[in-house]
């Protein structure tokens, strides 16, 4: 490993987007804050520091406002946008990284010493609830418009987050396969489960492509016609495409695990 | 392990980070997008989903590994 190579590797920092450099500074700034340990302001504070460095940084990176929108709405907007990005970074923390500090703490003792983490509690827990609300709080469940099938949309709804959960876990794991390969051989044996080629219309593609295809197109069907037998082939692909997404989104908790 | 590795682990984390963050966002922006809809697609809407997974049959991250060589 080169100075060249490291200097080289922290350069890229500088194409980060907006968005993933103000996580990241949220992130840091939780550590100093954290590291710091003041003893007139106690750890419970770091989540609104969090957020409002969120903010601020999103004050200063968001850029000239555009013609269309007036420099108060813009930075309203940029303000809101930057304490949801410390949200989503103290989540972050809560929910993954400090599992990741229990695991490094447990191999190198300096930086159990340094963070002195706390013994892991149960999974899920007041983390996942607050994840849970926080999202709730931030996306707003919407009632099904009059005319609308509640089955189709809710097929629809398992689509969308299909698409994003099989891309988000596949990215994941591409970023460094031989990594995950080695580190967390469960995760990367289902994401090639994932990948594995699967027939679908005359052609074959991944299998989690597959199953959003086959969904989709059976949901086209069932629109179509909306007899029981057509009811019943969709209901079983949507069965397989839950079941896949559920498991996708176990994988990505389990990964994140302390292993003791 | 000292300092060396733990500046080695971090920077094979980074590209990790990197990409990762991203993605997580955009499966934050899935499932925004799965909690507001509130009918059903329309055909567009139908015929762009489609045409977006069968792009995704290119993307290398949905490519399986290949296969490993032959042992000696």
Request: charged residues 15%; contains cysteine.
């Amino acid at each position: 490993m080169s100075t060249d190579s490291v200097f080289a590797e922290l350069t890229k920092i500088q194409s980060w987007p907006a968005v993933g450099l103000v996580f990241a500074f949220c992130v840091v700034a939780g550590y100093c804050w954290k590291l710091a340990r003041f003893k007139w302001f106690s750890n419970e504070a770091i989540p609104p520091i969090v957020i409002l460095t969120g903010a601020l940084a999103m004050l200063l990176l968001g850029g000239d406002h555009p013609e269309n929108i007036s420099g108060l709405v813009w930075r309203t907007r940029q303000f809101i946008v930057g304490s949801i990005i410390g949200f989503s970074a103290w989540l972050s923390h809560a929910l993954i990284l400090s599992r990741v500090e229990d695991y490094l703490g447990g191999i190198f003792p300096p930086i159990n010493r340094l963070l002195n983490p706390k013994p892991p509690g149960p999974p899920g827990g007041i983390p996942a609830l607050l994840f849970g609300f926080g999202l709730l709080a931030f996306t707003g469940c919407v009632a099904i418009a009059p005319g609308s099938s509640p089955f189709v949309v809710n097929v629809e709804r398992s689509l969308t987050v299909g698409q994003g959960t099989f891309d988000f876990v596949l990215h994941l794991d591409q970023t460094d396969r031989g990594f995950f390969r080695t580190n967390a051989p469960g995760f990367h044996q289902f994401c090639e489960w994932l990948r594995t080629p699967t027939p679908v219309a005359t052609t074959n593609a991944p299998r989690s492509l597959a199953i959003l295809i086959n969904t989709q197109e059976l949901k086209r069907i069932y629109k179509a016609d909306r007899s029981a037998g057509n009811s019943n082939d969709l209901y079983a692909a949507w069965l397989v495409l839950d079941g896949a997404i559920l498991q996708s989104h176990s994988w990505s908790n389990i990964i994140t695990r302390p292993i003791h | 392990m000292g300092a060396p590795a733990i500046l080695a682990l971090a920077l094979q984390l980074l590209p990790v980070i990197q990409h990762g963050v991203p993605q997580f966002i955009a499966w934050l922006q899935s499932l925004r997008a799965a909690a507001q809809q509130a009918g059903e697609w329309t055909a567009e809407q139908d015929a762009a989903f489609m045409l977006a997974i069968w792009a995704k049959t290119q993307d290398p991250a949905y490519q399986p590994d290949p296969p490993a060589p032959p042992a000696p």
